[in-house]
């Protein structure tokens, strides 16, 4: 059975970091992009970065510079290091896999940037 669990999110002030990490299970997750999403109050759904099995990474550019992605195959965790936060970033961050025909969610992690 296939798990995915974020952790990590909180209420941050403005300037301030955050680490989330995202727990995979019940698949082969060395082979697996990984990304992750967020949705913001009254928004859709948006990319924030991605990276590949091999470690190549991409990023939406409102978050170039201040957000990093990075995985840890040996523990089958997704990292999102993010720093520089603005209010702006406030939302539900998720964690997704995807490969082929097999995409896994997590349940998402609340960040709140608020002074």
């Known amino acids: 059975q296939v798990h995915i669990v974020e952790s990590g999110g909180g209420l941050v002030q403005p300037g301030g970091s955050l680490r989330l990490s995202c727990a995979a299970s019940?698949?082969?997750?060395?082979?697996?992009?990984m990304g992750w999403y967020r949705r913001a109050p009254g928004k859709q759904r948006e990319l924030v970065a991605t990276i590949t099995s091999g470690g190549s990474t991409n990023y939406t550019d409102a978050v170039k510079g201040r957000f990093t992605i990075s995985r840890d195959n040996a523990k089958n965790t997704v990292y999102l290091q993010m720093n520089s936060l603005k209010p702006e970033d406030t939302a539900v961050y998720y964690c997704?896999?995807?490969?082929?025909?097999?995409?896994?969610w997590g349940q998402g992690t609340q960040v709140t940037v608020s002074s």
């Open positions: 997704n896999a995807v490969r082929t025909i097999y995409t896994y």
């Open positions: 019940g698949f082969i997750f060395s082979i697996f992009p």
